[in-house]
């Protein structure tokens, strides 16, 4: 989902740290799943969520200006 919107990841160790290639001070931590689990905690999908809606305002902003 994230790589969609223009962030890439970064794996640094226990955690994957997803970073917007345009606006660098957009992040998402995001701790991978460990000891059996298979999907990340709700709370960490609404980070992403925010951090694509932030991109989303920032975009619009930056379309208003042009």
């Given at each position: 989902?994230?790589?969609?919107?223009?962030?890439?990841?970064?794996t640094?160790?226990?955690?994957?740290?997803?970073r917007?290639?345009e606006?660098?001070?957009?992040?998402v931590?995001?701790?991978?799943?460990?000891?059996?689990?298979?999907?990340?905690?709700?709370?960490?999908?609404?980070d992403a969520?925010?951090?694509i809606?932030?991109?989303a305002?920032r975009?619009a902003?930056?379309?208003?200006?042009?």
């Amino acid at each position: 989902m994230l790589r969609t919107h223009g962030f890439g990841g970064n794996t640094n160790r226990p955690h994957v740290v997803y970073r917007h290639e345009e606006y660098g001070d957009v992040r998402v931590n995001v701790p991978k799943p460990h000891e059996g689990e298979k999907h990340v905690k709700p709370v960490y999908v609404g980070d992403a969520l925010a951090a694509i809606d932030e991109v989303a305002r920032r975009d619009a902003d930056k379309e208003k200006e042009a």
